[in-house]
Every structure is written in C-alpha cells, then in structure tokens.
T-cell receptor
Framework: AQSVTQPDIHITVSEGASLELRCNYS??????LFWYVQSPGQGLQLLLK??????LVQGIKGFEAEFKRSQSSFNLRKPSVHWSDAAEYFC?????????FGTGTRLTIIP | NAGVTQTPKFRVLKTGQSMTLLCAQD?????MYWYRQDPGMGLRLIHY???????AKGEVPDGYNVSRLKKQNFLLGLESAAPSQTSVYFC??????????FGPGTRLTVL
C-alpha cells in the first residue's frame, strides 16, 4: 500500500529565509509525486509534479523539489519565502487512478 | 474555462437530512474524485469515477453515494447526514490519473 509522511505539522520561517518541507513516501513501484498548496478557504493548487527523468523539478511560484529514490523522499524547497507563501502544503504519491496525500505542513511566515 | 466547480459552497444540515453535492468540470477529464478534509487528517478519498457511468469506493465510502451520469458531472449524496460527516468536501478531476485538479470546496456542517 502506498503512503506519505510529512513529519512537520507546522513550520515557521522568516520572510526572505529559505524553506524546505519534508516528504517521505512508500510505494511499490516508481511513483508519481506531487506537491500541492492550499491557501485558507481555498482548494488545492498543484505546485509541481515528478513522473520521471530529471530528479530536480521546477514548479510554480519559485518552488522546486528533489526526488531521492534512495531516501524515498521528495522534499519541497524555496530559496526565499514571501509572506504570500503562508499556506498549507500537501505531498501526494500515486500512479494510475488514485493519489495518497500526506497530512500536510502548515507554513507560517513571520516578518 | 471554469475548471472544477462545486455547488453549494456552504451548507448546514440537521442530523438525518439528505443532500447532494454537485461537482462539474469543463476540462473533458475522464477521472473524477470526491474527498473529505478534516483537521490533521489530510485528504481522504470517499469515492471516485474513471469514466461516465462508473464509480468506485475510496478509503471512507460509508454513508455516501455517488453518481456519474454525465462525463462532466460527479454527484455526492448523503442519504441520512450524521454529525461525523461535518467536513470540507473537495471534488477533483484528472485527465487519466496522475495530477488532479481541485474545486474550491464545500463546507458542510451537520447539527
């Protein structure tokens, strides 16, 4: 069975600082991996996805993520966060019909 | 394109009442999904459909029914609402599995 772990429930960073959100997955084959962002009261928006090829993928809003098969990880990074990045972030894994989502990491930005 | 839309945005029910949530997508996607989101639990799949006229159970299907009579619409029904069904419900669609595109959500309260 596939599963996703986001070990950090809540992270606080200063505006302008770098960010890394952790995601570990369990999947029996080569996974498709995704990061979504959810602003308060909104639906989920796709930030980026990994299907195959280059293990460093670029997404929208200046985010990137790196797939590390040996560590079963797909961590999300941003070099310099903006106040508008405050939101909840979800990692997801799957292929075919269904995705499995992590429980999310809430990101707070302090001025 | 409107993408994925959900009707209604908010609803309050009394225990035992019934209601239907409507999801519509204008992207000609084959796959559609219904999730519920509860604090600290991420997104849990209720039911999904891989094409017009098909439905399948997800992780938490009890107490819900669905129908996909038209490709663009996916209905979620609660026959006898219970307080445990208080949640935010999200619909999503996908062209053929993989990345999913989400609606804005329906906030349901069952008293």
């Amino acid at each position: 069975a596939q599963s996703v772990t986001q070990p950090d429930i809540h992270i606080t960073v200063s505006e302008g600082a770098s960010l890394e959100l952790r995601c570990n997955y369990s999947y029996g084959a080569t996974p498709y991996l995704f990061w979504y962002v959810q602003s308060p009261g909104q639906g989920l928006q796709l930030l980026l996805k990994y299907f195959s090829g280059d293990t460093l993928v670029q997404g929208i809003k200046g985010f990137e993520a790196e797939f590390k098969r040996s560590q079963s990880s797909f961590n999300l990074r941003k070099p310099s966060v903006h106040w508008s990045d405050a939101a909840e972030y979800f990692c997801a894994v799957g292929a075919g019909e269904k995705l499995t989502f992590g429980t999310g990491t809430r990101l707070t930005i302090i001025p | 394109n409107a993408g994925v839309t959900q009707t209604p945005k908010f609803r309050v029910l009394k225990t035992g009442q019934s209601m239907t949530l409507l999801c519509a997508q204008d992207m000609n996607h084959e796959y559609m999904y219904w999730y519920r989101q509860d604090p600290g639990m991420g997104l849990r799949l209720i039911h999904y459909s891989v094409g017009e006229g098909t439905t399948a159970k997800g992780e938490v299907p009890d107490g819900y029914n669905v129908s996909r009579l038209k490709k663009q619409n996916f209905l979620l029904g609660l026959e006898s609402a219970a307080p445990s069904q208080t949640s935010v419900y999200f619909c999503a669609s996908s062209p053929s599995g993989g990345a999913q595109f989400f609606g804005p959500g329906t906030r349901l309260t069952v008293l």
